[in-house]
């Protein structure tokens, strides 16, 4: 039997394609990387069709590239060696919510709209921590790129909040990671060997995880932002550090961009605090608002932009997509030292400058500031090939500009992770390679990546 | 506007998604009846605008599954109304567009190939003779149109479908029961065209314009009452603006406010509206169904979670009450909706479109509500309480 009728077989038919229109969609994504070749696209409802498209892949030796949102702008979930695409979206049920243990178990497609509008409706004090992204992306995916989300500054980058999972193995068997292997209760992960790394990261190249326990948090009744300005990089250390020492951000963002012309040649620093009273509110208000020196300016009045753009949970990210009236943007997730800040941003305005590209320059503390996620979006016109070209050049030199400095690339397109790997340590890429060999004997799973 | 006029916007789609959901920021399901049935990335608005503008470019070949995903759009405007983006009055004008292009080469699916046929043929999608176009007047006193002050257009749907039969009579009785001065055009109507303009067939859209408007302006027409709102919808955004045109609840709203139409009787009865998107989305009326319910007494008027510009589409525009593209099933647009209603307690699902109905109608069946959940056209409501 072929390969489309053996998935026919698994999965009902309207979900099984290999039509010349799912397989150029699937072949792409809204980023700046070349489309790749992708040979089937399959739907999943259950995690037994799952172990089945997986024993099928083993027996005919075609690779598998599981997809969430497929918004990663830099192309993870479109296969590199062709094969079959599994969209996860139909596996789209939220299982369980844990009030008191604050935690809610959904299955790999539920996307992170979905999640926020059932606790909105049904447990409205508590909130998960919510990617940049739109609500169609899936929790699961932006789980296991180790996405942030606005709660990051405050409780960690969104993968240290995974309770535990289910995941499909390579070979086929279906595993339990974390308290869900030993209980009915999805309520940690810690206390055992931590085997969930062995799917973070990893870019779908170890299993397909299928459900996942994410942890749940307060969600305060006043949120809010404030407004800084300064025209000095140097300060930007300081500032991160300071507003940490305080226990007070919820959220942070550093952004500069080219448009509107106001904000040109100008650093904007916007906290978002919280509250449960106006007493508490106000403040935190009037603690952060008087806390930094001469350097760095509080504005009165939050321009009603900013508002628009950081007070929605998810905040409409995706306004980037048309500064440059064409469609697309990605950018490069450069994870930093705090002190690498000025030069990062110094010489990537260079780049910018030097490949001519529509940006916005945007940082974002994480881990309570430990680091920072220093991300230039490069945004481009999808009908310009020279354009998506330049800026394919500045996603290469801020990769090489990140490395040098001593940060590392967070979920890198295939040249980043090509970057990485050469820089990595041999012992290193020994090991994920025996990793790898180890859980996928037969190398089925999204190869190409990590390689 | 042809495809080559959306040259500038057709790539500017990131395909963030925000379009197949709803304005109040409820994630909780997908608003788009294409994308919710089908689920793969190229049956959603923005899936649609990569393949469009991937067959322009030749990067793909036109196929049959191509013109099956773009024929499945309904153009309910839900991409519309919620598309974060500058450009979003247009997304579904361009799937429009690359309709008018497939019909320009010749690459019209045989489904719609044949309603429109019919429609050049025939004057309606069923293929059904012109001279049994008023057959369901008989036993009423609706006449024919002689210088009334109102034409009373009554629609392909209106005209032929058995359900939609009795909405026209209903409607009919009622508007005579005002006192209102009404004819309809009986052998002489023509399909009002909305479908076909959908289709994409802007010749035939242009022919039974200008036969339409030539009638009216024979007939001294100045004032336009329609039973659908398709109807509506062409006849106000795309005919010349020579006659003044009301959907129907519009006007029943204007003669209960006058004190014109009275209920005597009193109905209990739990109602959900369900908004068609042509009234809807496309003409922003919202209030006057729900204010004519309002006024009957003894209605309880019960929302459905997604209701105005966030109402869910039943599936029917764009000619799938004919095509049936979505080819039925648990996804299809009308059970979801028909299940939405049921959830809302309500006895009756009120309808102002005689397409929502028939959609719905089969979708109560399917669902094995027809004990549970009875659809009603607010003309039949108001016909019962006088």
């Known amino acids: 039997m072929d390969i489309y009728s053996s998935l026919v077989n698994i999965v009902e038919k309207d979900f099984v394609s290999n039509r010349p229109e799912e397989l150029y969609m699937y072949s792409r994504d809204p980023g700046a990387q070349p489309p790749r070749k992708v040979d089937y696209v399959v739907m999943p409802k259950t995690v037994e069709e799952v172990q089945q498209i997986v024993m099928l892949a083993n027996k005919r030796r075609i690779p598998v590239t599981p997809m969430g949102g497929g918004f990663t702008t830099c192309a993870l979930t479109v296969p590199i060696k062709g094969g079959i695409v599994l969209d996860m979206k139909r596996m789209d049920k939220i299982i369980e919510v844990n009030e008191k243990s604050k935690y809610a178990v959904v299955e790999a497609g539920v996307s992170q709209g979905a999640l926020k509008s059932y606790l909105e409706k049904y447990y409205p004090h508590l909130q998960h921590s919510t990617p940049e992204a739109p609500p169609t992306v899936t929790v699961v995916g932006n789980l296991l790129i180790d996405g942030h989300g606005h709660l990051t500054p405050m409780h960690g980058v969104n993968s240290s909040m995974i309770n535990g999972m289910e995941v499909v193995l390579p070979t086929g068997e279906i595993c339990k990671i974390g308290s869900c292997s030993i209980s009915p209760c999805w309520f940690t992960r810690r206390h055992l060997p931590d085997l969930a790394g062995l799917f973070i990261g990893w870019f779908g190249t170890t299993g397909i995880v299928t459900k996942i326990s994410i942890q749940l948090f307060p969600k305060p009744r006043l949120r809010d932002c404030l407004v800084f300005s300064t025209d000095d990089p140097n300060s930007l250390p300081d500032v991160v550090f300071k507003v940490f020492q305080t226990e007070m951000a919820e959220n942070f963002f550093v952004i500069a961009q080219d448009k509107p012309d106001w904000m040109l040649g100008h650093i904007y620093i916007v906290i978002l605090i919280t509250g449960n009273s106006e007493e508490e509110f106000e403040l935190k208000k009037r603690q952060l608002s008087a806390m930094f020196d001469e350097r760095v300016k509080f504005m009165e009045e939050t321009p009603p932009a900013f508002k628009r753009r950081f007070l929605e949970v998810p905040p409409f990210a995706a306004t980037a997509a048309d500064f440059a009236k064409g469609g697309g943007f990605e950018y490069v997730g450069g994870i930093l030292p705090i002190e690498k800040i000025p030069e990062a941003w110094r010489r990537n305005l260079e780049i910018i400058r030097r490949y001519n590209v529509a940006f916005s320059l945007a940082i974002q503390p994480l881990d309570c500031g430990h680091s920072v996620m220093f991300g230039p979006i490069y945004s481009f016109n999808r009908a310009d090939e020279e354009n998506i070209e330049r800026v394919r050049k500045a996603l290469d030199e801020t990769n090489k500009l990140i490395l040098e400095l001593g940060g590392i690339l967070w979920k890198a397109e295939l040249p980043g992770q090509k970057l990485m790997m050469e820089r990595m340590d041999t012992n290193t890429v020994e090991l994920l390679k025996r990793v790898r060999k180890t859980l996928d004997p037969n190398g089925i799973m999204n190869p190409g990546n990590w390689e | ?386």
Not at chain 2, 132 to 160: A, H, M, P
Not at chain 2, 203 to 213: A, S
């Open chain 2, 1 to 386: 506007m042809a495809l080559e006029d959306y040259k500038n916007i057709i790539h500017r789609c990131f395909r963030c998604g925000y379009c197949r959901f709803t304005s109040d920021c409820s994630y909780l399901g997908f608003n788009c009846p294409v994308y919710n049935k089908y689920r793969l990335e190229t049956y959603s608005p923005g899936g649609m605008m990569w393949l469009i503008r991937a067959w322009k470019e030749n990067e793909i070949k036109w196929t049959d599954s191509l013109a099956k995903i773009l024929y499945s759009c309904t153009t309910c405007n839900n991409c519309v109304e919620h598309c974060k983006f500058k450009f979003n009055s247009d997304i579904v004008n361009v799937i429009i567009a690359a309709r008018e292009e497939m019909v320009e080469n010749g690459l019209v699916l045989p489904l719609v190939g044949r309603f429109l046929e019919n429609v050049y043929l025939y004057g309606n999608p069923y293929r059904e003779l012109r001279s049994n176009r008023d057959k369901w007047t008989e036993g009423t006193k609706i006449k024919q149109y002689t210088r009334e002050e109102f034409l009373y257009y009554v629609g392909c749907v209106g005209s032929y479908d058995i359900r939609g039969q009795e909405i026209a009579r209903a409607l009919g009785d009622v508007l005579l029961e005002a006192g209102l001065s009404i004819g309809i055009l009986g052998p002489n109507e023509d399909c009002d065209g909305n479908e076909v303009k959908m289709l994409g067939e802007k010749r035939l859209f242009g022919i039974l314009v200008e036969k339409n408007t030539q009638i009216f302006n024979n007939l001294g027409v100045k004032k336009i009452i329609t039973l659908s709102p398709h109807s509506y919808n062409a006849f106000k955004n795309y005919y010349p603006d020579r006659f003044e045109v009301f959907h129907y609840t519009q006007i029943l709203r204007h003669l209960i406010r006058n004190g014109r139409l009275v209920f005597p009787k009193r109905l209990n009865a739990k109602v959900t509206y369900h908004d068609s998107c042509f009234l809807g989305r496309h003409n922003n009326e919202y209030e006057s169904p729900r204010e004519i319910l309002n006024a009957i007494p003894g209605i309880e008027l019960v929302e459905m979670e997604r209701n105005r510009e966030n109402a869910f589409c039943c599936g029917g525009g764009s000619g799938n009450f004919y095509t049936d593209f979505f080819g039925g099933g648990e996804d299809s647009p009308a059970r979801v909706r028909v299940r939405e209603a049921h959830e809302t307690g309500a006895d009756i699902l009120a309808v102002a479109c005689p397409t929502c109905m028939t959609m719905l109608s089969d979708a109560v069946k399917s669902e094995g509500l027809e004990e549970k959940l009875i659809v009603k056209d607010i003309s039949e409501i108001v016909k019962e309480s006088l």
